[in-house]
């Protein structure tokens, strides 16, 4: 049985009562007028992509298991496993945007559990293969520039260059809908 971490709320006394703390919100980071502003991410290699993902959409990394099979669906949903009591599509996402087959799992390889965008409580998580285990990064604003996406692959919000590497920013809402229309034959 897995526990859950639980945490304490702070609170701060006024006038002798206790209240919730209050934190400021957090400005985004395209509101940022700061050229050295840092992004915290993710990234995850899957095909021969890096994918840069907002390390709060990541729910688990779990190993590799080989998903179990669904019927009549495109060579890049690789089937679906059995997470917390969640029936979650698996996908090879380099197959998905590049069209390639899907690659061969290895010893390293790792499903990344990926929090759905998508309103209905059908494809609530989605499953991404992914070569290794992710890492998490900082990526200055100024290293990171828009390489375009001639092709408009499927499920991509923009493909992005910095430090010499190529990288994917997945559209997560169009990708959840891709997957549950493959997965189930539904997008809502």
């Known amino acids: 049985m897995k526990k859950t971490a639980t945490r304490k709320k702070s609170t701060k006394k006024i006038e ?5 703390a209050t934190r400021k919100p957090a400005r985004p980071a395209a509101a940022s007028s ?5 992004i915290h991410c993710t990234l995850a290699l899957t095909g021969k992509w890096s994918m840069v993902l ?11 298991a080989p998903p179990a099979p669904l019927e009549n669906t495109p060579s890049w949903l690789l089937g ?18 590049d069209g390639d087959p899907p690659e061969s799992a290895t010893a390293h390889s790792r499903i990344m559990v ?40 499927l499920g991509v919000h923009c493909k992005v260059r910095f430090s010499g590497q190529d990288a994917v920013i997945p559209d997560l809402d169009r990708l959840s809908q891709l997957v549950g ?8």
């Open 80 to 97: 679906q496993l059995e997470w917390q009591d969640w029936q979650v599509p698996v996908i090879s996402y380099g197959a998905l945007i």
């Open 16 to 20: 002798g009562r206790r209240t919730p």
């Open 34 to 38: 700061d050229p050295g502003a840092t």
């Open 181 to 188: 229309h493959a997965a189930y034959g539904t997008n809502k």
């Open 114 to 153: 990926v929090k759905s965008l998508s309103s209905t409580a059908r494809v609530p998580f989605i499953g991404v293969m992914v070569r290794e285990i992710p890492r998490l990064a900082s990526i200055s604003e100024s290293e990171m520039e828009v390489a375009g996406d001639d092709g408009k692959s």
């Open 54 to 64: 907002p390390t709060s959409a990541i729910a688990e990394i779990t190993d590799y």
